[in-house]
């Protein structure tokens, strides 16, 4: 039997990035800011090097171990150790959530534009899906009148994410408290993504969790964004014991667990004064980035439309020429060598999405040579 790759919603950035992002010269399809290296989280630290040389390679507890989720309940007020579930990624915490609370056939509504995996994920598994928007001419702050008439009796998860990727948009309070008060008024779960609480850009404020807002939340995040580390392939998500024990059943089918390693150097990272160090450094790289982005921007002039971006470490770019984001996409990977992503991606043509939270050896260079195929096209 073949695979029904006909009725199979594929994730389509994902796709792409694990396709071409090893082979080109500047990859600025990203989402994180430039990796940390094991050497640079333990510094000198020869303690946490020799636990972990002697950390023993076998299953460790399979929610995670209980110093990564003290850790873990630390960054989330009113939260303990049995809300917190580990997992492979932030991407596993969310397919874990949509299983778990979604069923085929049932309703829910994902923000967007957003990292499209929720969206097809829920495809995938037959469930209808509607959406509600953020509002450019607003700098994409959301359209909660289009959410509200999306919600019906039944919905059974709102799917959002804050900050956002990929248009860097963080949700007010007042905006916050409008989205549960849409969910209360139908008992459904909010699922959201927060993986860039911690990269903000434009305030040192940390973004307030949907944990703790509202009874029923999962609030999922990882290492890979606001600490530098994708590498760890480490996330979790944050909830009710409950809601978490029915996704702890579905992480035993796909992970059983993440690893050991990962979960020490994890528990490390996000040690109180670890984790202010990896936030500041993350902080640092989208802060520096971002001017530079702008001034790139600017000197081509009428190409470019303004960025509206409060955090993360990628931009959504409105261009004026007149060519398919997937084709000028392709063209900068062949004809150049960079890697972005082309706002068909998030059904948003005429943007692209680049990552800017790099060292400016390597971020000037790679805008250079997009410059230089702008320029060539218009
Ligand atoms: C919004 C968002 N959520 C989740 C993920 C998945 O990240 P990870 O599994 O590395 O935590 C990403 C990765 O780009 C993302 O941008």
Known sequence: MQPNTQEFQPFVMERMMSRYEQTVEFNLSESGVHPVTVEELVGQDQRILDEVLKTELTYPEVNG????????AAIYQGAAEKNVLVTVGGIEANYLAVTSLVQPGEHMVVMVPNYMQVWGLAKNRGVEVDTFGLERSREWSPD????????????????????????GSILTEAEMDRIVEIADSVGAFILSDEVYRGAERSTDTETPSFFGRYDR???????????????????????DPGTLDAMWARHEYLTISATAVSMKLGEYALRPEVRQRLVDRTRRFIRQGFPNLEEWMARYGGLFESVSHQASAVALLPYTLDINSSDLAERLRVE????????????MD????VSFGLPPEILTPALDRIGELLESLS
């Open 350 to 353: 005429g943007f692209m999405r």
């Open 217 to 239: 939340v999962v609030a999922v995040s990882s290492m890979s964004k606001a600490y530098g580390m994708p590498g760890l392939r480490l996330g979790w998500a944050v909830s």
């Open 336 to 347: 150049k060598s960079v890697l972005v992503v082309p706002g068909d991606h998030f059904g």
């Open 65 to 72: 171990i209980p110093e990564l989720r003290q850790n873990i």
């Open 144 to 167: 909660l009148d289009e959410l509200e008439d999306r919600v019906k009796a039944g919905t059974r998860l709102i799917a959002l994410c804050n900050p956002n990727n990929p248009t």
